[in-house]
């Protein structure tokens, strides 16, 4: 589709901001069943062929993770910024207010870090994490492994607590902004468990109400980092089967 026709599409309806909404739900409808069904068809492609000397896993993780940032940062950025030619950073995607950011970061980061060290260990999160899961982590696995998830939550967050909330809060205001934005995040966290899909609606608020009284999805992306960063890194350690080792032998 012509990308100005699709501007006039979307944006020469009686209500503009309904139909930017509208168009971002279907980019979310998209991008992130799209994301999961080509990511575990790669992932499956590459068990299969047991390639990579033993690494298929770390690395059908590591591209997974990129195809994820790929289809949920980088697809509606451009949709946003060369189709619509609507500013991203009226969707969040700015680094305004740093200072409020940075305080929130400042409160809510080393209490996550902290919960994290205490409950990384328990059998139920160790089923799950690392998601990659290698017996023996040199340190430049670990720093691939952060690197990559890093990424792939900077897409993450650029969609759900940048262009689908702030789309959603010009056409229906704060309350329901909040209330789909978190329902649609829990929605996405169905393949992980119901324990994280609970877990993941007052963190899900949370972050709502601080981008939006910030008017940017750093804090968000920082918070979110810090949780996921801290629990791989601490469920390595606390793995009773993991190792960390400078050189393969």
Known sequence: MNLTLLSDIVLSSGNPALAVALFMLAILAVSFPGY????????????R???????????AHLLRRLLGFVLMGLLPLSLFAFGLELSPSHYGINLHDIPQSGLWMAILV?????????????????????????MQWRRLDL????????IYLLGYEMLFRGFLLF???????????????????????????????????????????????????????????SMALSNEFFAITFHPDMTFKRFRP
Not at 36 to 47: A, C, E, K, Q, T
Not at 49 to 59: Q, R
Not at 202 to 222: D, E, H, K, W
Request: with cysteine; glycine share 6%.
């Open 49 to 59: 062929a047991s390639l990579l000397n033993g690494y298929a896993d770390y690395w």
């Open 143 to 150: 720093l691939a492994n952060f690197i990559s998830w890093t």
């Open 110 to 134: 080393p209490p996550i870090i902290l919960l994290n060290y205490y409950v990384a260990g328990k059998p139920s999160n160790l089923r799950q994490y690392p998601q990659i899961r290698l």
């Open 167 to 225: 789309a959603l809060y010009d056409a229906f205001g704060a309350p329901w902004a909040i209330t789909l934005n978190v329902v649609l995040y829990a929605l996405a966290h169905i393949p992980k468990g119901a324990r994280e899909m609970a877990g993941s609606i007052p963190f899900g608020v949370v972050l709502c109400l601080i981008t939006l009284s910030t008017g940017s999805f750093l804090a968000a992306f920082v918070i979110h980092a």
């Open 36 to 47: 999961h069904v080509i990511g575990s068809h790669m992932m499956r492609r590459m068990h």
